[in-house]
T-cell receptor, first 109, second 113 residues
């Protein structure tokens, strides 16, 4: 059974600092890995999708890397802003989607 | 803008009621999923469907059923709602194949009293 772990569980940083969120998974036989953002009481918004054959994906201030052989992904958010405050979820896809518990980020103004 | 639409944002039902949660996607996706999300337990898969009239049990199907009569619509049914089914319910869809990600709806917060 796929197990997905996200570290740290919570993170508080001052505005402008770079964020580093970590995700690890136990079974490397994945199709892809997806990072989501969730605001309190809301649904999930997809941020980045990395195919199993790719090493990284970028979108604006966001960059995600994937090392399938070691079962790790990292989400980098550059120059954080208060609007980046949310819970970030990592999910890996084999025949279904398995989620980590999330990292709750607070960016202080 | 492609969308997964869940019919209700908030729902309050009584114990024993039959409850229908509706989900519609406009992306012509083959796959549809129902999850529930609870504090400390994360997202757990209830049921999924790879095609019209097909359904597969997820990790926690007990107390739930589903219906997929049309490709764009996937309904979650609580046959007899119980207080332990109070939760956030999230619907998602994806295209068939390994290269595609998931799109989620905005969620339904169900409270069973």
């Amino acid at each position: 059974k796929q197990e997905v772990t996200q570290i740290p569980a919570a993170l508080s940083v001052p505005e402008g600092e770079n964020l580093v969120l970590n995700c690890s998974f136990t079974d490397s036989a994945i199709y892809n890995l997806q990072w989501f953002r969730q605001d309190p009481g809301k649904g999930l918004t997809s941020l980045l999708l990395i195919q199993s054959s790719q090493r990284e994906q970028t979108s604006g201030r966001l960059n995600a890397s994937l090392d399938k052989s070691s079962g790790r992904s990292t989400l980098y958010i550059a120059a954080s802003q208060p609007g980046d405050s949310a819970t970030y979820l990592c999910a890996v896809s084999d025949y279904k989607l398995s989620f980590g518990a999330g990292t709750t980020v607070t960016v202080r103004a | 803008d492609v969308k997964v639409t869940q019919s209700s944002r908030y729902l309050v039902k009584r114990t024993g009621e039959k409850v229908f949660l509706e989900c519609v996607q406009d992306m012509d996706h083959e796959n549809m999923f129902w999850y529930r999300q609870d504090p400390g337990l994360g997202l757990r898969l209830i049921y999924f469907s790879y095609d019209v009239k097909m359904k597969e049990k997820g990790d926690i199907p007990e107390g739930y059923s589903v219906s997929r009569e049309k490709k764009e619509r996937f309904s979650l049914i609580l046959e007899s709602a119980s207080t332990n089914q109070t939760s956030m319910y999230l619907c998602a869809s994806s295209k068939q194949g390994e290269d595609y990600g998931y799109t989620f709806g905005s969620g339904t917060r169900l409270t069973v009293v």
